[in-house]
């Protein structure tokens, strides 16, 4: 039925368009249409062999012979025309049909590579899977020898596989989410000694900055774009500045990117099918005055076929190739690659350079499905700590990921697969929209199950590997996932808590610790501590004894009658909906400021609701309020002692279908907003202006917000935004073509269908509770440090893990009691962003990735608790590509200005329990709160706090600082 689906809609054209039988793609696209001697260079995925030749640092490639003799030879026109099926998951049928699709596909054009083998290598029938699903199916469903035979047709550049796991739209997407989403080919690579040198974003019209440097740092050289022209708010999607030009990431790292203008619809040049029609685009591209004029290059690319096919088979190509070569042109049949080779040898060393983001658009439909995303974003950042921790045990246990491989690839084809393109399933001829929503939830399943899996698994390990000998009363360890040492609090999984107090056992000291109620009646108490001094990827132990200690003072005052709490670094009124009405530093800066009616956490509505204590005591105070404008939901605030960080947790209780945000409103002149897109940190403002986001081609109205929004004065002063679970922000009155940077608000978008009306998944897919994290902080003045900014958002997302100590009767300790450490950041300005135990087995040791922030090379980045025997340079995707040094035990490394760089690292097993070096550090303090004197302004929103609140109702519990199976669970 999806078929005939398919088949109808190539039949129809402008009489259909009122009887809904065409797709929006036909429709805009037709409706975009009335306006006004050869070498086949490298294979897609070489093999790696003698009889090629490679520069330090990258895989052996084969050699180019020298270009053909003579000037005519040279000047004849080459035309490159690559045949593919744009995949359209559940846009055009569902995963059954497309799998069987793919199958049948591959089948055929390998058994019609095999009957043109005997043509002229121009003229032999190649085909471009779109995306690396298909390579994965096959290896799935298919014999080991029928695989092979693909694999053979790889290497040999019949048939080519790009990085990216199909036609994704991932401007929303957490870094490593997209980095972890192309690891099935870096398991290919590594196998079949294959390299893949093509990734590619199409038919959405914008295009991430930060993806170039995550493209290229996963092995891709190559990248093309063809555009839809539909669903679109960019007034001249279609038009180019540049045809083809080097496509730069903010380290500088670059692809050679084809992005040619639209002139006709998206079946045209510039269209994501701009070689549906081959014999046509070939006379179009050699004889056509405007694109002549465009286009001074002899060297031609013309790609994608399936346009909404469901299926594509055809010997169009071959049979073009053939009969459209003449004396002025060669018609070849292409596997992208080989053109983009040709082409950079020719005109490599003098095309233009352009770095830029072009914003979000289709992107921007997995707002539709904003709790299923804030999931996907959840067990990203989770699994920070759970690998983390899987390293620790798998130096000292290398079978400890055993046995996990097929369920971690799962969770890595997941995230490969969610930002898939159809996401907004805007009248999708297949109807399979519930289907898509349901797989979706699927995804997201298998991402947070592994997560959650190996962080259980991994801590249970850590807790029986620490000797407890001595010990009279339980102790806890409190491991760090962050590259620097911090203070911060954590909730131990103490059963009763009410009666005891909290020692250090390396110090001997004891610390502010309070009880805190389950989130849930059935949820057990726990013991808030705040923990000092915690070091780097490492942990320090706690004991737990009896009797109430010598006591603390409380962490500040917390007044649930007018709505107000205060600490050492901050004074908060909030309104009774949750919003916060005034914001007070320590150095009385008032940093609330109210525009377009909305201040700061601001959900818009009547501003009605209803105040509650949640928590006071030495560690934490928690205001609680409620409302039922303009949706049913409740917010928390929060204040530690000694910590200048605010948090604030919102929780939406019922389902929405119109757009809704979260405001923040600062008292800020002439802002500057920098905030983290993928795998970059942007400055919100035009390149014309210096900043980095194209001056044309452009989407401007809902930009990335990662973990991180700074809006900063010119002095440097200003505020950090830490968000923990939504993907997008409008930066003050932005529209879709032009971008505010005069009025000092941000506004996150909780969710809804903003990319083309109300286009996109209807009512939230049903969802009907959605937690939305942020924490604030002030930054001093200056120079704008993205590294320390960064630094805040990951210890608000990352929180301390704690687990009980439980040594295991038959497993020997194999870790210190003492505060122990295994790596740290040694440069200011770099962070250690992951660290796991490497996909390729034991064999291979850990994989450390780098990202140094700072405008400035960083050399030696990380320090090494546990001596270094050997590293090596990696792709993003774990391929090895070159040596590193070690010297001393140590890497001895140098990272380009904001570059990301991954390496594998061989560390000395850990086998047993004598301490090991920390890192010294000066951590963040814990003093005794000192309140602020109280300003004399009031609350702008009258008290409604009931009377008789008890101290510590039954059911609170900061959500951030559950342990790591709760954090995932909510």
């Known amino acids: 039925m999806a078929q005939r689906a398919v088949e109808r809609r190539m039949r129809v054209g402008p009489i259909a368009w009122a009887s809904g039988a065409i797709s929006r793609r036909r429709l805009l696209g037709q409706a975009a249409a009335l306006l006004p001697g050869f070498w086949l260079g490298p294979w897609l995925g070489e093999r790696v062999g003698p009889e090629t030749s490679a520069g330090p640092g990258e895989p052996r490639v084969p050699r180019r012979p020298a270009e053909p003799a003579g000037a005519a030879q040279r000047d004849r026109l080459r035309i490159y025309i690559a045949p593919d099926d744009h995949t359209d998951y559940f846009w055009s049928a569902g995963e059954e049909a497309y799998r069987q699709a793919f199958l049948d596909t591959l089948d055929y054009y390998l058994d019609l590579a095999d009957a043109t083998a005997e043509l002229p290598i121009e003229q ?130 670059r692809l050679l990117m084809k ?144 046995g996990r491989e097929a369920e971690r690839e799962e969770a890595w084809v997941a995230l490969g697969l969610y930002w898939e393109h159809d996401f907004g399933m805007v009248g999708p001829p297949s109807g399979l929209i519930d289907a898509r929503i349901a797989w979706q939830r699927r995804l997201a399943d298998r991402v947070e199950g592994y997560v959650t899996r190996l962080g259980s698994d991994a801590a249970a390990w850590l807790g029986s590997a620490i000797p407890t000998a001595g010990a009279s009363a339980p102790r806890y360890y409190v491991f760090n996932p962050l590259g620097f040492a911090r203070s911060d609090v954590v909730d131990l999984p103490h059963a009763d808590p009410a009666t005891c107090h909290v020692i250090d056992l390396a110090t001997g000291r004891e610390l502010p610790s309070q009880s805190i109620a389950g989130r849930t009646r059935e949820a057990p108490r726990q013991l808030r501590v705040l923990a ?100 049913r939901r409740e917010t928390r605030i929060t204040l530690h002692r000694g910590l200048p960080r605010l948090e604030i947790e919102n929780t939406i209780e019922e389902g929405f279908d119109t757009p809704q945000t979260w405001a923040f409103g600062f008292d800020i002149e002439a802002p500057t907003l920098w905030h983290e897109e993928l795998g970059a940190v942007l400055n919100a403002r035009l390149q014309r202006d210096g900043g980095h986001y194209a001056d044309d081609n452009a989407r401007y109205d809902w930009l990335t917000l990662n973990h991180l929004a700074a809006l900063l004065e010119p002095s440097g002063a200003g505020i950090l935004l830490s968000n923990a679970d939504c993907c997008f922000m409008r930066l003050g009155r932005s529209t879709a073509e032009r971008l505010d940077t005069e009025t000092p608000q941000i506004s996150v978008l909780a969710g809804g269908n903003v990319v083309f009306g109300d286009h996109g998944l209807p ?18 003045p200056g120079t704008f440090d993205p590294a320390a900014a960064m630094r805040f958002a990951l210890a608000h997302q990352n929180p301390l893990l704690a687990g009980r100590l439980e040594p295991m009767p038959d497993r020997a300790s194999r870790l210190p009691a003492e505060p122990f450490s295994l790596l740290s950041e040694a440069t200011p300005s770099t962070l250690l962003w992951a660290l796991k135990p490497a996909d390729a087995g034991p064999q291979a040791g850990l994989v450390a990735r780098l990202w140094n922030l700072g405008d400035r090379p960083a050399a030696d980045p990380i320090r090494c608790q546990v001596p270094l025997l050997g590293v090596s340079r990696l792709s993003h995707i774990e391929t090895p590509i070159g040596p590193a040094t070690v010297a001393r035990g140590q890497l001895r490394a140098t990272l380009a200005p904001r570059e990301i760089a991954s390496f594998g690292l061989e560390l000395e097993g850990l086998t047993g329990t004598p301490p090991l070096e920390t890192p010294t550090a000066t951590p963040t303090g814990a003093p005794t709160a000192t309140a602020p004197s109280t300003p004399t302004a009031a609350p702008t929103e009258p008290s409604a706090t009931p009377t008789g609140t008890p101290t510590e109702p039954s059911t609170e519990t900061p959500v951030d600082r559950l342990w790591l199976p709760r954090l995932l669970k909510r």
């Open 124 to 253: 032999q029938s190649r085909w471009n899977c779109d995306g690396w699903l298909w390579l994965r199916t096959y290896e799935q469903h298919r014999s080991p020898e029928a695989f092979a035979r693909l694999i053979a047709r790889i290497a040999s550049g019949h048939v080519s596989v790009p990085l990216n796991a199909l036609c994704i739209c991932p401007g929303g997407a957490p870094a490593e989410a997209l980095l972890r989403g192309m690891y099935y080919p870096g398991r290919i690579e590594r196998e079949q000694g294959l390299r893949f040198r093509l990734a590619y974003l199409i038919e959405n019209q914008t295009l991430p900055y930060g993806v170039a440097a995550l493209f290229a740092g996963a092995g891709a050289r190559y990248s093309w774009k063809g555009i839809c022209g539909c669903d679109t708010r960019l007034p001249r999607a279609g038009e180019r500045e540049r045809e083809i030009y080097w496509w730069q990431g903010p380290d500088g790292r």
């Open 259 to 402: 992005w040619n203008t639209m002139a006709g619809g998206n079946q045209s040049l510039g269209g994501y099918a701009e070689a549906r029609r081959p014999d046509e685009v070939v006379d179009y591209v050699s004889g056509d005055p405007d694109f002549l004029a465009r286009y001074p290059y002899r060297v031609v690319g013309c790609f994608g076929q399936g346009w909404d096919d469901l299926e594509t088979r055809s010997e169009a190509f071959v049979r073009t190739a053939r009969e459209k070569t003449d004396a002025e042109r060669q018609v070849i049949v292409s596997n992208e690659q080989d053109f983009f080779e040709d082409f950079e040898a020719r005109y490599g060393a003098d095309l233009p350079v352009h770095g830029a983001s072009h914003g979000n658009e289709w992107d921007l439909y997995c707002a539709g499905l904003a709790e299923q995303t804030a999931r996907i974003k959840r067990a990203v950042e989770a699994m920070r700590g759970a690998e983390a921790m899987a390293a620790l045990a798998s130096l000292a246990e290398p079978g400890f990921m055993t």
């Open 532 to 631: 000092e001094a915690v070091p780097a990827l490492g942990y320090r132990v706690y004991e737990v004894r009896p009797g109430p200690g010598a006591g603390f003072t409380d962490a500040g005052r917390l007044d649930a009658r007018s709505g107000t709490l205060q600490n050492a670094h901050w004074f908060v009124a909030c309104g009774a909906d949750g919003h916060i009405a005034s914001l007070i530093d320590a150095e009385e800066r008032q940093w609330m400021r109210e525009i377009d009616g909305r201040r700061i956490n601001d959900l818009g509505g009547r501003g009605e609701g209803v105040w509650m204590l949640a928590a006071a005591g030495p560690v934490s105070l928690t205001l609680r309020a409620q409302s039922a404008s303009p949706l």
């Open 763 to 780: 009512a939230q897919g049903g969802d009907t509770r959605f937690t939305q994290r942020f924490a604030l902080q002030t930054t001093g």
